[in-house]
């Protein structure tokens, strides 16, 4: 997808097609006829990748009838920042709803790359505690990330981990 940010209509998005990678072993891009999508695929090593997603040219012509105008405009390249994160979570309720509220346990920092609110077992039971693993996506190396669950397995120790992914 890419997004035209105009001044005074605001955000207009529109599929990407022929976008390319700085990486394609971190990053595949596919075109199913609808638009480009990207599959992300880090080491399993705890560490951060950057990859960049460029735009297929670096100038497109574009008209915008607002106040009908148009002409070239540059488009940008975005840097990612991907990994495999790990987070150790306590279940603090059982509702009965299949959600399990929780927080993170982790002995090796207090600030997990992932820190998931809740963790979905289905049904009515919670275990004590889940080990997760996430696919952590950051837009800055420095800045949150936006956390995909992989798997979370049921695990009936509340002792804290040591293993989690720092930020």
Known sequence: MKTYDWSQTGPDTY???????????????????????VTFTPPNDGQQHSVTIFPASPQELVQNCIACS????NVMSIDIFVSIAFT????????GTGWCPSVPICSNTSTPRC?????????SF??????????????????????YPNVCIG???????STCTPN
């Open 115 to 123: 820190n998931p609110s809740s963790v979905f077992e289905g049904g």
């Open 15 to 37: 599929s990407a097609n022929s976008s390319f990678t700085s990486n394609s072993s971190l990053a595949q891009i596919s075109n199913n006829g609808a638009g480009d999508m």
């Open 126 to 147: 919670c275990h004590p505690a889940h080990d997760c693993e996430f696919l952590a996506i950051k837009f800055s190396l420095n800045g949150s990330a936006l956390c």
């Open 155 to 161: 695990n009936t120790s509340t002792a804290p981990s």
């Open 70 to 73: 148009f002409g070239n405009l």
């Open 88 to 95: 150790k979570v306590k279940t603090t309720s059982t509702p």
